[in-house]
């Protein structure tokens, strides 16, 4: 049976390393918080003291940490993943980080980056979407134990191509919050019936997934997280200095970043990302 | 049976008429052009040699124009549908068009604004998206009408109502064609294979329909129309024009209107409207 | 002696009028408000009764108007201008109108479209910035006459490019009102010096009239008009609809159309332009 | 008489050590390439074999380099500025870099940051405008230094706040050419003589020094360097992170440098910053 130590127990990693539990893995799971720990054991699993006690004796880590220094400090650090796990562990980090630092631990490990799409709700149900990036046979070794957390499982390219890969679905899930956000103060503005729009606009070219899981929420001016402004906002971080260090240019991109950089620095960045419609109202002299 | 008159045999227009034929409905179309003509009568409508020819008799009378100068000239002009049709009948404007030129000729007509989504595919499919604004009393009338052509048929509110959302429809569409072109173009920058990430992508919160049906063709630098730049442009146009009426603040929306204008201004009117991303291309010197 | 009938006294017509009569103009003014005329009078002025008494007997007829329609009433309307003037009487409009307007009267009458830039104080200064557009020889017989209320008096070009020239001074002041708003808080939130740093800014490259002349009042949070929000919330709409008739992309115009689109939306069309700044207060979450 | 080592003699640095000893400072200049170190010696100067060389005996230190790795190095690194000079020695820099680098220097020696704005022509005249981060008597040190360079010389906050507003310099001037560009494209798409237009535009509220030194050379499309698009795009970059670190929202300021990066991606960043017009151009279909 193939042993699993699992990083970071949080609103993600928690149904993760459950689900791991659940497809027949042998989890041994770390968290700053004991509460979280105590949640894994009462799933099945098993709780470590420490980040050495949790990777020691596995055979596939998997860290599930908030921003890019976390993941250097539990990977990298002195008394990290990499210093205490046995020689040929295969590394899976499915944390949202800037790529280079990705491309950092392939170069010391055997790692494969997998961010996740999908929310709370997709990790609950073991139906993310996981974008794989590392050498081809990491992949292979990674997939089943990606295939018990998530339902759409591709490898997209070396190491770092899977944060790309993730850095592109923030900026589109952003941008498409916001277009929705627009539309529908738009809308009302006009008088119109938006629970008949939302049906509507679905069935068409402009159909996607925030019209059908997060528009209804949005009019009601619900923003309880869900995923959180100040998260988004460093991922919209990411992308930009991603482009500029390739020299792609993004004109919806740079703005719904300067969008997103407002709701937090008014305070909202606890608030779910479709906040963006608050913005739109607040513009718009709605509110 | 009810008698249909259908002015406007295009690209959309013309298998719409047809599949009313196929629904039983005893079609009389009527084009500038005498080629589109024959066609219906192939299909099994008849042909007209004048709007008044084509409206005399008719209990419904359907219109699939370019745009609103059309809508006033063929409707509301000297020789037009109400100068020609029996009163009472009902006016179905299929066109996507200023939304007051809609309420206008609901305050002189029994009418509904009836624009669609789902481009020529959706037409011959018969599973158009569409939005209706007017009298319930008239939507009722018009639904057998509408669910020969389309699979979605809602009613959305008042007359201009219609407009109004696929007005809202119009800036969702270009504004995730220039979302996924930006992050096309990133991709590619950073090496990544856009073939699994966009596999990936859609299966996630970023899932939508350019995702699924046109990512692929931008990929390929295909842009024959599908739809084109300089309709999309005029329809923008609409867009501004309604949201600075209502004080409504557009960021994206403003945006994605100057590099639709950019690709028209640059000769590229007749491409499909996926060749936004031609403009990313160069903006970011990968021409 | 030059009569001039003077149509228009509000807070720019008014001074400009009192310093035609200090040029030694014989003016016969008129406006809706009485107080308005009596104080023409009271410069040394005329009063007359109805735009049709104001202009029957001049040589030279000025009209100071806020927006198209006022300028379309009181020149061709039926009881206008054009309807009691002498035929060869020439007309200078100094308003801000859109262009096809002032093309359209050049078309009927002897014209030019001469708007101005300065402000109140330019006005009352009689150092305003004039741009003129019409006839090389108009341009030559209305030159006295603007040159006592200018300091600065151009001929641009034909018909209507007095207006086309205003129409980019304008997007040229809102745009630098908006980088002088979006620096001072920047340097605000930096706790640097901001009354130095205006006067370091204004020596160098950077330096410009709005950082000389509203930066400190700006910085003071003072929003008394001075021009409006409204008004120049209008001239950018002239901006917009011209540049997208020419084809012209205007990537920072389109921006900052849509925040005093915002400022007047939120309420803010009768404060001065500058609170532009009250906007990135907003945005940064510092107010 | 005070002694000065001066490191980085290129276009700015050059003439500015060539005004220092005209001044009458006695100048050791050190730079790479020795052909500009025997253009000091010409000018009356000496001429140094490395960094150590120059700063050894040297009351004040200014340095004039490209980018903020180059500051670090030669001011801290190994064989550099603080390693060779004596205690006390006063360090003047004078690149423009991020803010946190010269705070990093300031907390290490005794040191101001004195960016400076006026371009190679403000160097050769001794006319720059010099922004001046430090503490007060350090301030008061450096000031004759500094006369001799520039005629603005303002001090604008504790260590750092030289380089804050240096990028607000940077932000003011980028937007200031940019709509400038707008409304010269503007102006030829509607042709208006654009000669008579920045007389007329200089004289009332849209009046800056890009109108008055720039404009004529964007309208003949010539675009030789002056300040290259590549160091405006470093210090858009700049900009860019300090307002993301004080969360600070530049609506304008985050298109304008999405647009420099445009001009730098498409191969033209060793141009003038004036070349934002081929922007325009390009965009609006003009090229």
Same mark, same amino acid.
């Given at each position: 049976m193939t042993k699993i130590g699992f990083i970071g127990l949080g609103i993600m990693g928690g149904p993760m390393a459950a689900n791991l539990v659940k497809a027949g893995f042998d989890v041994t799971g770390y968290n700053r918080s004991s509460v979280k720990i105590a949640r894994l054991v009462e799933a099945g699993g098993r709780g470590a003291d420490s980040v050495a006690d949790a990777v020691r004796d596995a055979d596939v880590v998997v860290t599930m940490l908030p921003d890019s220094p976390d993941v250097e400090a539990v990977?990298? =650090?002195?008394? #990290?993943v990499l210093a205490h796990a046995k020689p040929g562990t295969l590394l899976i980090d499915c944390s949202t980080i800037r790529p280079d630092v990705s491309r950092q631990i392939a170069s010391r490990a055997r790692a494969v980056d997998a961010p996740v799409s999908g929310g709370e709700q997709g990790a609950i149900e073991g139906s993310l979407s996981i974008m794989v990036g590392g050498a081809a046979e990491d992949f292979a070794a990674a997939r089943p134990v990606l295939e018990a957390v998530g339902s759409t499982v591709v490898?997209?390219?070396?190491?770092g191509a899977g944060q790309t890969v993730k850095a592109a679905n923030q900026l589109i899930v952003a941008g498409t919050i916001e277009l929705v956000a627009e539309s529908l103060v738009f809308l009302e503005a006009h008088d119109v019936d938006t629970g008949a729009a939302i049906e509507v606009l679905s069935g =068409?070219?402009? #159909?996607?997934r925030i019209l059908d899981r997060k528009a209804a929420a949005m009019v009601r001016r619900e923003f309880t997280p869900g995923f959180r402004v100040e998260l988004h906002h460093k991922d919209l971080g990411i992308v930009q200095a991603a482009a500029r260090e390739a020299g792609v240019v993004l004109p919806l991109g740079a703005v719904v970043a300067q969008l997103m950089a407002s709701l937090k620095a008014q305070g909202?960045?606890?608030?779910?990302?479709?906040?963006l419609l608050k913005l739109v109202d607040q513009l718009s002299g709605r509110e």
């Open positions: 990977v990298l =650090g002195e008394d #990290g490898h997209v390219g070396a190491a =068409g070219l402009a #159909g996607n909202h960045g606890g608030l779910d990302h479709g906040a």
